[in-house]
């Protein structure tokens, strides 16, 4: 009822998309800040390592090489996409130009998933 009262009057009802409107904007702030970008390097670089080693193994022996190679298993296809994505990180941290094709292009950031980074060309990018 009184809620009835305040929308006869024209009081403003804040309704659950307008706070998670504000919630989304206050979270945006906090992803793009100073602190969580550098968090965000800090833990990228390590995983980038990491990931880097493990694919430098096969470097070890040309045989460690070969077994890699007549071995395929298709979680090497979910390594490579976390790769990419985490490249499409690092240009987006620290590279302006990139970040503004993500600003132009309405990028909306979704961990692990590289499909949300809008594909990049000669003529879109550049």
């Known amino acids: 009822m009184a809620q009835g009262m305040q929308a006869m009057r024209g009081d403003a009802i ?18 793009e800040s100073t602190g969580a970008g550098l968090v965000r ?11 880097t080693g493990v694919y430098g193994l096969y470097k070890v022996h040309p045989a460690v090489w070969r077994w890699t ?4 298993h298709p979680q090497m296809e979910k ?24 600003r132009h292009n309405d990028f909306q950031f979704k961990w692990f998933d590289l499909t949300s980074y809008p594909p990049t060309d000669k003529d879109g990018y550049v």
């Not at 804040?14 to 992803?31: H, K, M, S």
């Not at 190679?69 to 395929?72: G, Q, S």
């Not at 499409?88 to 503004?100: M, N």
């Open 14 to 31: 804040e309704t659950a998309g307008d706070r998670a409107g504000r919630n989304a904007g206050l979270g945006r702030r906090i992803w």
């Open 41 to 51: 390097r800090g833990l990228l670089k390590g995983s980038a390592r990491a990931l």
């Open 69 to 72: 190679a007549r071995n395929y």
């Open 79 to 102: 390594l490579a996409r976390l790769h990419a994505w985490m490249t499409c990180q690092f240009a987006y941290l620290d590279v302006p130009a990139y970040k503004e094709h993500l």
